[in-house]
């Protein structure tokens, strides 16, 4: 290139760089005003509904057209095909797998550790035959013994360990979530932002988070929580009362959730709200009730 040439080639391009922090401004308001407000994706975990069989239960799923299922981690291998056949033709997927598995990541004892991370690895190859968006898990409960030190080395190891867990995740097509509880269930992770920066920390796109409305009492605003999170981190939610975890609705008042839903409609959160709670009324009618609700609260939001 003769040096005339290259000046020309290179100022065309200066002048490019000058223009690109305003077309970049012109393309983010375009975005916010063309932003899609996701549907709510809702998904039951297997105790939900009612019905004696799988089948039972997903047809009254689908009369509610709840679109996410969420099956327990526990024999999860040897439950691949019966799952399978039974979504076969529904217009419902496995939205995130729950624990199941043994021992736990931050055990002080090796036997303990070493079970957790065969166990858990079988149920995240099983996820990702399933398509499921994760395996939900809990770093360590409160009651969970020997257990690390709540020290900067345990976090740096944690980071490490679910680096590796992350990466296998991948592997298989799938992830796995860290669940926050709150400082009575498990002092480790108690904020959806905690969960978040872990996440981060741990380098692995297999390693996200998740927020449950029935943990998230220690959060100050359920709106930052999700937030904190974005759509980078955040793979999942559940959803319970929030007096005394049973179906949305049957606390009264104590039940909006339109300050969370906010955050994921502005935030475009298009994976699962799964139900993980108790009734205390005849399924029949709770069931429905909350749905229509959560449905209500959606649009509100
Ligand atoms: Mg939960």
């Known amino acids: 290139m003769k040096r005339r040439q290259f000046m020309q080639t290179t100022l065309a391009g200066m002048a490019g ?30 105790g939900i509904p009612p019905g004696d069989s799988l089948s039972e239960k997903l047809d009254f799923m689908e009369s509610l057209g709840i679109v996410g ?59 990702g035959e399933l398509g499921s968006t994760g395996v939900i898990f809990v770093p360590a409960f409160n009651g ?23 990466e296998y995740a991948v592997k298989c097509g799938t992830t796995v979530i860290l669940e926050p509880l709150n400082r009575r269930e498990c002092f480790y992770v108690r904020l959806v932002s905690d969960a978040a920066a872990i996440a ?21 605003s359920d709106y930052a929580a999700f937030m904190s ?12 009362s929030r007096g005394r975890r049973s179906m949305p609705g049957e606390d009264g008042e104590k039940d909006d ?29 709770t069931v429905p009730a909350a749905v229509e609700l959560l449905r209500a609260q959606w649009q509100e939001a």
């Open 200 to 220: 981060r920390d741990s380098h692995s796109e297999g390693v996200k988070c998740m927020g449950d409305f029935w943990h998230m009492q220690e959060e100050t």
């Open 144 to 166: 969970q013994k020997p257990c690390l030190p709540h020290t900067i080395e345990t976090r740096e190891y944690l980071c490490e360990q679910l680096h590796e867990l992350g």
């Open 69 to 127: 299922f969420e099956p327990g981690g526990r024999g999860l291998a040897g439950r691949v095909n019966e799952i399978q056949d039974a979504l076969k033709n529904r217009n419902i997927k496995v939205s995130a797998i729950c624990a199941g598995f043994d021992g736990f990541i931050l055990a002080e004892d090796p036997e303990v550790k070493a079970n957790f991370d065969s166990s858990i690895r079988d149920i995240v190859a099983a996820a």
């Open 17 to 46: 760089m000058a223009v690109t922090p305003m077309a970049f401004a012109s393309c983010a308001a375009n975005k916010k005003e063309n932003i899609v407000v996701p549907d709510l994706n809702l998904s039951f975990q297997e």
């Open 257 to 285: 959730y339109r300050d969370g839903f906010r955050a994921l409609k502005e935030m475009g959160y298009d994976k699962y709200v799964t139900f993980e709670c108790g009734s205390q009324g005849d399924r029949r009618e």
């Open 229 to 240: 999170a974005g759509t980078k981190y955040l793979q999942h939610v559940h959803i319970a």
